[in-house]
């Protein structure tokens, strides 16, 4: 039952630098989503998608890209990485609660980045 | 846009004590989720407890409940019993049903105090 899973679980790039964190999932879920969680600031939504081929910005979209071709994956793209993106990562799944789906986020388990 | 507020940035409470951790949110909405999560120092994001907006009755899971009142916008969550396991950062969020956005306050760092 391998849930959420995400990759790498550390990485540290440097500034000018391009990389992508995979997000896959295995629960057939049709939401998906990324965050970065920096201290005192939660977390905070940074894209999301509602299902293949639909994809949408969270809060802070600037310097993210992402594509969900499957159902299953959701990578995030760093298009050129900045120190201002050092940051926990954290990908989450979820169904749209209709239906009698549960409705809570299952998260994978993080990836701490470094951009120096 | 909807908002979640958690105005306690820390929290101190004595084993086997209770505490309640306070979750303000806003929104226009009238169907929505609200979840209390829980992240240890592993950084795992851990589902604590569920409410759905429709249901008056408060959610409860072991030792963890809340107490939500819709009118007044406020989910906050009460830990009984409190064990030295508890301690950890405590994330209250909120879900819109209409978009499926799940939104997160700032957290609140719980310490547990032998």
């Known amino acids: 039952n391998a849930g959420v899973t995400q990759t790498p679980k550390f990485q540290v790039l440097k500034t000018g630098q391009s990389m992508t964190l995979q997000c896959a999932q295995d629960?057939?879920?049709?939401?998906m989503s990324w965050y970065r969680q920096d201290p005192g600031m939660g977390l905070r939504l940074i894209h999301y998608?509602?299902?293949?081929?639909?994809?949408d910005q969270g809060e802070v979209p600037n310097g993210y890209n992402v594509s969900r071709s499957t159902t299953e994956d959701f990578p995030l793209r760093l298009l050129s990485a900045a120190p201002s993106q050092t940051s926990v990562y954290f990908c989450?799944?979820?169904?749209?609660?209709?239906?009698?789906?549960?409705?809570?986020?299952?998260f994978g388990q993080g990836t701490r980045l470094t951009v120096v | 846009a909807q908002t979640v507020t958690q105005s306690q940035p820390e929290m101190s409470v004595q084993e086997a004590e209770t505490v309640t951790l306070s979750c303000t949110y806003d929104?226009?909405?009238?169907?929505?989720?609200l979840f209390w999560y829980k992240q240890p120092p592993s950084r795992q994001m851990i589902l604590v407890i569920r409410?759905?907006?429709?249901?008056?009755q408060n959610a409860t899971e072991n030792r963890f409940s809340v107490n939500f009142q819709k009118a007044a916008k406020s989910f906050s969550l009460k830990i009984s019993d409190s064990q030295l396991g508890d301690a950890a950062m405590y994330f209250c969020?909120?879900?819109?049903?209409?978009?499926?956005?799940?939104?997160f306050g700032t957290g609140t760092l719980l310490a547990v105090q032998p």
């Open positions: 989450a799944s979820s169904s749209t609660g209709k239906n009698g789906g549960r409705a809570e986020a299952f």
């Open positions: 629960m057939n879920h049709e939401y």
């Open positions: 998608s509602v299902g293949a081929g639909i994809t």
């Open positions: 929104t226009s909405e009238s169907d929505y989720y």
């Open positions: 409410q759905e907006a429709y249901k008056q």
């Open positions: 969020a909120y879900r819109s049903s209409a978009t499926n956005k799940l939104i």
